[in-house]
């Protein structure tokens, strides 16, 4: 599939300010670097402990945060690939629409004093979408395209239980006819019964409309079971991406590993032992030079502490990146395929 986003050396960084006049005395870095594509119609999953950047980084994508440095291209209608970050403010807004945004709770992303109808309406209207009747009409379908009644859009979202409410936010993002949704940790507030349900839906919805889905999470069986292709974040970089199969099956980096030794995989589990990591992940306004992962990684070289990799082509594969000294990579970076 044609790629729909294209993310080259994004940074985030933070001022961190000190003493009375407030001088920048340093900078949190939680995106640092950061260079991905997205395809199409596909899930890419970010996983990472939390404060690896991965929510930074998606509020990036839809300009919730303006990154500090960086470029992002989008595929427009006519098939162009732009910078969305140097557009006016008028090619803004029509980009905007096309990339949505699910957080993580559905209970602070409903304003409690507007009934499901209000909630819905106001981004239909902004964004001039048909006639009342009609808008009328698209919520009625949206709702129902999330398996909800048509009459639940007269009330208020304390009447609803947390997976509705989910449901109700997926479809207001879905409600301006979004290609990319960015979805952060769309399940990890939901009672783990609920969590399939929601995941289906997700699933279903994505084939009957085309969505492209960057999915963030910390639970690894989750992304695994919604992402084609997966990348891994430490410290504000991507240090691993692959395929769901390959990364799962296959991981490369020493960081990789250690995460997924602690999610079952009934194939492999008899062979896996837990790795436990050592210490505890840095402060992102002080990296460690050379590899960020050194600190804490068993296979640390000499070379280690000094030279920071690159994430490169894993020698053999078609499409897994790492970024590690010790993986035996060829000198192709990561690029549009
Ligand atoms: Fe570990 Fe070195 Fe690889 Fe970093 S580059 S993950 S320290 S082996």
Do not use: W
């Amino acid at each position: 599939n044609e790629i729909i986003l294209d993310i080259k050396n994004m940074k985030k960084y933070y001022p961190v300010y000190k003493g009375l006049f407030k001088k920048v005395e340093n900078h949190v870095k939680a995106v640092d670097d950061v260079s991905l594509f997205v395809r199409r119609g596909e899930t890419l999953g970010l996983v990472g402990e939390s404060g690896c950047g991965k929510t930074t980084l998606g509020k990036c994508i839809v300009r919730l945060q303006s990154p500090t440095s960086g470029e992002m291209r989008y595929r427009f209608d006519n098939g162009d690939m732009r910078d969305i970050l140097t557009l006016d403010k008028q090619e803004s807004f029509s980009v905007h629409k096309k990339i949505q945004i699910v957080f993580q709770d559905p209970y602070s992303s409903l304003n409690p004093v507007k009934t499901i109808y209000d909630s819905f309406e106001e981004p239909l209207r902004i964004h001039g979408m048909g006639s009342k009747a009609q808008r009328k009409e698209i919520i009625v379908q949206l709702l129902e395209s999330v398996n909800l009644r048509a009459d639940y859009m007269y009330r208020y979202p304390h009447e609803f239980s947390g997976g509705q409410r989910q449901r109700i936010c997926i479809a207001r993002a879905l409600c301006i006819r979004p290609e990319l949704m960015v979805c952060d940790e769309p399940v990890s507030a939901l009672d783990v019964s609920i969590q399939a349900q929601v995941l289906n839906l997700m699933k279903d919805l994505q084939q009957q409309m085309n969505l492209t889905y960057i999915f963030i999470a910390h639970d690894l069986s989750v992304v695994e079971y919604m992402s084609d292709r997966i990348a891994v974040m430490y410290l504000g970089q991507v240090v691993e991406l692959a395929s769901s199969d390959s990364l799962y099956y296959s991981p490369r980096h020493p960081y990789t590993e250690a995460l997924l030794s602690a999610v079952p995989i009934p194939e492999l589990d008899k062979k896996k032992e837990r790795i436990v990591l050592k210490g505890d992940v840095p402060s992102p306004i002080d990296p460690p030079q050379g590899c960020r992962f050194h600190p804490r990684c068993e296979k640390c070289q000499a070379i280690c502490r000094v030279e920071a990799p690159v994430l490169r082509r894993v020698a053999g594969t078609e499409d897994h990146f790492v970024a590690c000294h010790l993986v035996d990579t060829l000198p192709i970076e990561l690029t549009l395929q």
